[in-house]
């Protein structure tokens, strides 16, 4: 069963039932992430918006999480939201066909999945590489982003 985090109010910005994935805009494991997402989610079931954005600054903020160090992606839908580990699995599940397989990964204690996902996120630009600037989206990617006023 997914460990979600609840708050009282419903996340700003989204639709009722509208699920966004926040992530690191200047990492680029994080960057290839969001593409990876934006190619295998046929039904546009996943909003992105990079932390650094006003719209994932303000999403960070509703759900008390840091503004400034962030070190792991996020999803957030209605009052729920999804951090490290359960926050894969969450994304994981909307994606078709082959793609929830990645579920099994699900066997392993949440501590040691964790550990796990803190270990590449800490080091993900010595691993990955970091980009000078946030990547902005090709317009014919742009309706997957999430806008304030969209």
């Not at 803190?118 to 946030?134: M, Q, T």
Request: contains cysteine.
């Amino acid at each position: 069963m997914p460990v979600s985090l609840v708050r009282p109010d419903p996340a700003p910005l989204l639709a009722p039932g509208e699920t966004v994935v926040l992530f690191d805009g200047v990492c680029k494991l994080c960057s290839g992430w969001a593409r990876f997402l934006i190619r295998h989610d046929p039904h546009h079931r996943i909003r992105l918006a990079a932390v650094q954005s006003p719209e994932g600054q303000a999403l960070l903020a509703w759900a008390g999480l840091p503004l400034d160090a962030f070190d792991t992606m996020a999803v957030i839908r209605d009052q729920h939201y999804w951090v490290r580990s359960e926050a894969f699995f969450e994304v994981v599940k909307l994606l078709p066909a082959a793609w929830p397989v990645f579920r099994m990964l699900r066997i392993f204690p949440h501590w040691f999945r964790d550990w796990a996902y803190d270990r590449v996120a800490l080091n993900r630009y010595r691993l990955f590489g970091k980009h000078e600037v946030c990547l902005l989206p090709t317009p014919d990617h742009q309706q997957r982003f999430l806008k304030e006023f969209s």
